[in-house]
C-alpha cells in the first residue's frame, strides 16, 4: 500500500514510519507539509496518488489551546477538513485520529465508540470538530481515538515522570483515569485496521484503565528506582484546560481490535529506553 502520512514529526508518526515497513510511506513533517494548507496538501495527494492518508499531524498543546483556540482549530479541524476535501475528492480512504478528550470525562465506566461526545475543552471541541468535518466529507474515513499516548520519541507525560524519577518523592495525581497507549502497539493496530476497509469510528487504546498515580508506581517499579510517589487529588495541580478525569476507553466496533494490556506496552517502552 502506497500511505501519504502527515504529522510524521510527532510521536504516532515516528512509530509508524516504524512499523508500516510493508508500506511504503511518503513520510512529511510539519515544514514539509502543513495541513492548514489545501492547496499544500491537494498538491502532494497529486502527486503521490496514495492508498490512503493517514494524518497523525495535530495541535496537541492542550492547556494552550485555551489561550489561542483559533491556532487549536487550524490545526485540529481545518486541517483535517483540508484533508478530508483533497482525499474525497479522489476516491481514497483517509485514516485520522482523535482523541478521549471529546468526552467529558465524567463517566465510571469505559467509552466506547457510540457514547455521545461532550468536550469540556478548546482542544477537546477542536478535535471533535475535526471528526466531524472528516466524517462529513469524506464516507471513507477511519477515525481513531485514543488516549494517554506516549513513545520514547517526542514529549509526554511518561517521559517527564521518568526524568523526575530521581528526586526523593514525586507528586502524582490519583483521581485521574485513562488508558495508556505505547505509539508502537497503536502503529501496529492502525497497520491492521486499514486494511479492513471497515471504516468508521474506532476506539483503539492500551488495554485496561489505571489511574496516573498507579501508571507511575508501575513506570517506577519497572525502572527499579526508588523515588516516594505521593498521591494528590487534581486540585492541588491546577490546569488552564480542564482534563477529563476518566478518560478509560474502549471498543464495540467490528473487527473489533485491541491492544496488548497497558502494562506490556510500558514494559517495552522501559526496555526500548534503557
Ligand atoms: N499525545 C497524547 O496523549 C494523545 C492522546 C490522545 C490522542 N492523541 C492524538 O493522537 C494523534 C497523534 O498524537 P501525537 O502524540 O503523536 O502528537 P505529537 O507528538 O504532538 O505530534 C503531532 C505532530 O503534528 C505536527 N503538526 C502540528 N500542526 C501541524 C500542521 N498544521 N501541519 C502538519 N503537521 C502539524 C506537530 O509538529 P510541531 O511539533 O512542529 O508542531 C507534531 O510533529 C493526534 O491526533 C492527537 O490528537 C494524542
Given at each position: 500500500m502506497h500511505i501519504l502520512l502527515t504529522g510524521a514529526g510527532g510521536q504516532l508518526g515516528h512509530a509508524i514510519?516504524?512499523?508500516f515497513s510493508n508500506h511504503e510511506v511518503f513520510a512529511y513533517d510539519r515544514q514539509q507539509l502543513d495541513i492548514t494548507h489545501l492547496e499544500a496538501i491537494r498538491a502532494?495527494?497529486?502527486t503521490h496518488t496514495p492508498d490512503l492518508v493517514l494524518n497523525a499531524a495535530a495541535y496537541n498543546a492542550v492547556d494552550?489551546?485555551?489561550r489561542d483556540p483559533e491556532a487549536a482549530y487550524r490545526g485540529?479541524?481545518?486541517g483535517p477538513r483540508n484533508l478530508a476535501l483533497a482525499t474525497a475528492a479522489r476516491g481514497i480512504p483517509l485514516l485520522h485520529m482523535s482523541t478521549n478528550y471529546v468526552f467529558d470525562g465524567l463517566s465510571h465506566r469505559p467509552y466506547h465508540e457510540f457514547d455521545v461526545p461532550h468536550p469540556q475543552s478548546v482542544y477537546g471541541q477542536s478535535k471533535l470538530a475535526g471528526e466531524e468535518a472528516v466524517r462529513a466529507l469524506n464516507p471513507k474515513h477511519y477515525i481513531v481515538r485514543t488516549s494517554w499516548l506516549y513513545h520514547t520519541h517526542?514529549?509526554?507525560?511518561?517521559?517527564?515522570m521518568r526524568a523526575l524519577s530521581q528526586q526523593p518523592e514525586v507528586r502524582v495525581v490519583d483521581d485521574q483515569f485513562g488508558s495508556p497507549t505505547y505509539?508502537?502497539?497503536l502503529?501496529?493496530?492502525l497497520a491492521r485496521l486499514v486494511t479492513t476497509e471497515a471504516f468508521g469510528t474506532y476506539h483503539i487504546a492500551g488495554r485496561g484503565g489505571t489511574s496516573r498515580f498507579d501508571l507511575i508506581q508501575t513506570l517506577y517499579a519497572l525502572l527499579?528506582?526508588?523515588s516516594q510517589v505521593k498521591s494528590i487529588p487534581s486540585a492541588e495541580m491546577p490546569r488552564l484546560a480542564k482534563c477529563p478525569s476518566y478518560a478509560v476507553l474502549t471498543t464495540l466496533q467490528e473487527p473489533a481490535i485491541h491492544l496488548p494490556p497497558w502494562q506490556d506496552g510500558l514494559a517495552q517502552f522501559v526496555q526500548s529506553a534503557l
Amino acid at each position: 500500500m502506497h500511505i501519504l502520512l502527515t504529522g510524521a514529526g510527532g510521536q504516532l508518526g515516528h512509530a509508524i514510519q516504524g512499523i508500516f515497513s510493508n508500506h511504503e510511506v511518503f513520510a512529511y513533517d510539519r515544514q514539509q507539509l502543513d495541513i492548514t494548507h489545501l492547496e499544500a496538501i491537494r498538491a502532494s495527494v497529486a502527486t503521490h496518488t496514495p492508498d490512503l492518508v493517514l494524518n497523525a499531524a495535530a495541535y496537541n498543546a492542550v492547556d494552550q489551546a485555551e489561550r489561542d483556540p483559533e491556532a487549536a482549530y487550524r490545526g485540529n479541524a481545518l486541517g483535517p477538513r483540508n484533508l478530508a476535501l483533497a482525499t474525497a475528492a479522489r476516491g481514497i480512504p483517509l485514516l485520522h485520529m482523535s482523541t478521549n478528550y471529546v468526552f467529558d470525562g465524567l463517566s465510571h465506566r469505559p467509552y466506547h465508540e457510540f457514547d455521545v461526545p461532550h468536550p469540556q475543552s478548546v482542544y477537546g471541541q477542536s478535535k471533535l470538530a475535526g471528526e466531524e468535518a472528516v466524517r462529513a466529507l469524506n464516507p471513507k474515513h477511519y477515525i481513531v481515538r485514543t488516549s494517554w499516548l506516549y513513545h520514547t520519541h517526542g514529549n509526554n507525560f511518561i517521559k517527564t515522570m521518568r526524568a523526575l524519577s530521581q528526586q526523593p518523592e514525586v507528586r502524582v495525581v490519583d483521581d485521574q483515569f485513562g488508558s495508556p497507549t505505547y505509539a508502537p502497539h497503536l502503529a501496529a493496530a492502525l497497520a491492521r485496521l486499514v486494511t479492513t476497509e471497515a471504516f468508521g469510528t474506532y476506539h483503539i487504546a492500551g488495554r485496561g484503565g489505571t489511574s496516573r498515580f498507579d501508571l507511575i508506581q508501575t513506570l517506577y517499579a519497572l525502572l527499579g528506582v526508588r523515588s516516594q510517589v505521593k498521591s494528590i487529588p487534581s486540585a492541588e495541580m491546577p490546569r488552564l484546560a480542564k482534563c477529563p478525569s476518566y478518560a478509560v476507553l474502549t471498543t464495540l466496533q467490528e473487527p473489533a481490535i485491541h491492544l496488548p494490556p497497558w502494562q506490556d506496552g510500558l514494559a517495552q517502552f522501559v526496555q526500548s529506553a534503557l
